[in-house]
């Protein structure tokens, strides 16, 4: 169980640094299309869910 948790948190844990760099290469244009704002907004609430995720499982590998 312990091992498909440690799998989990990495498989989280690389969808967030994932997220991170798509959304950091949006963010260096100067100047941001309708579209490229929908997609950050989406990137960034993708971002915070896979954190809150991450968070979450730590705290269940640390409690067991």
Do not use: F, N, W, Y
């Not at 690389?14 to 963010?27: I, K, M, N, T, V």
């Not at 299309?33 to 640390?62: C, F, G, N, S, W």
């Amino acid at each position: 169980m312990a091992e498909r948790q440690g799998l989990k948190l990495e498989t989280l844990e690389h969808q967030h640094r994932g997220l991170s760099a798509q959304l950091e290469a949006l963010l260096r244009h100067a100047h941001l299309t309708p579209v490229e704002e929908l997609t950050a907004r989406e990137l960034k609430k993708k971002k915070l869910d896979a954190k809150d995720r991450i968070m979450a499982l730590q705290r269940m590998i640390r409690i067991r």
